[in-house]
């Protein structure tokens, strides 16, 4: 940017732009909208130069980029992923743990439950047997009772079916004594009894 | 200083410290030289200074550098495969030193260094040199190979040979000449149209119509932006490209 620079090559029109040495060339005069200047991207003679430090500033650019940048930088880029999948890696673990508790917890309680089972069934086995048990014997005593009472009732119904008969045959007995003045054969008196459905 | 209106005035160089010369040639210290040191500065101080935390969780400087290595290693990847890394310092180096240049060219008054054909021939000639000898080194005349393409009849093959000489040696020119053409084209666009603006300005009642080359202007401004990192991005992936080459010669 600086109109004027002492390092030039002190032409006598010190201009900024770089003149060959041997250049007779006098396109120095560089006036506001000069067309005459040469295009300095096809100006030969500062090719070399240009090149020189290219080289020098690429060069330095490539060792730091190839020495210390990028293996820093994929270093940093490895330890994240190795970091990333390695904290997965964890999760998952503590994950599979937890799963592992969960299903311990399930089997217990699931033996539990069937413990429980196991215990009210027995008790009402036992509740059932035990009342099986007593109903039957009351049954039993029950049964035994009414058998008892149905004999009885047919003791007394034979005992009063027998009384009927003697009474029949004593009535019978009477009545006729009472009409013919003289008492019946027991004999005929016993077959007419036994004629009679109603006695029998 | 005086405001030049030549819109190739900007790409002189200015010598800040001379060193003599060699034959006809100017050993000198030039504005150029000390953008290109301050470019390797700015990479440095991105890529080495604020990574020095090595930070598990990255500050924004680690952040941007990590993304701009995680870039270029992809497309190194992509072009070049799992034996393309070793060449990701280059690509890495390449990509950021026309990056950083063309983005220090776009602040105004200063100096674009990628605009000067020697210099983006010379990055040219890292790469092709690196792709001939790697290749040369690594296949020794196998990498002829490189000119066969594969799959092709024979009585072809005596038109595709030359064919493929001229693209392999068309590559540092074309590599070369397509960024500075794109810098030095853009620089003197936006010269010439924010030119307009001044001389319309001082033609009376013309001024009304200064704001079209000033919107212009605007926009060719955000252009180069875009030209600036997309040309740093072509150099880059066309030297991953033409790498994959020396790795793999005979496509």
Known sequence: MAEKNPLTTPSPNADTKIVPPGSTQTHTEHAPGGHGAAF??????????????????FGLLYYLMSKVALPRIEAILNDRSNRLSADLDQAQRMKAEADAAGAAYEKSLREAQAKAQGIAQDTRNTLSAEADAKRKTLEAELNQRLAASDATIRARTAEAMGNVRSIAGETASAIVERLTGQAPDPATLNRALDATPALN | MAVSVDPIHQFELQPLVSLGHIGNQQIAFTQSALYMFVAVGIIALLTIVATSGRSVVPGRLQ????TLYEFIADTVHQATGAEGKRFLPLVFSLFMFVLILNLLGMIPYAFAVTSHLIVTFGLALVVILTVVIYGVAKHGTHFLGVFVPSGVPKPLLLIMVPIEIVSFLSRPISLSVRLFANILAGHIALKIFAFFVVQLLVAGAWGVLSPLPLALTIALTALEFLVAALQAYVFATLTAVYLADALHPGH
């Open chain 1, 40 to 57: 300095p991207p096809f100006e030969s003679h500062t090719f070399l130069s240009q090149l020189i430090w290219l080289a020098l500033a």
């Open chain 2, 63 to 66: 952040a941007l550098a990590e």
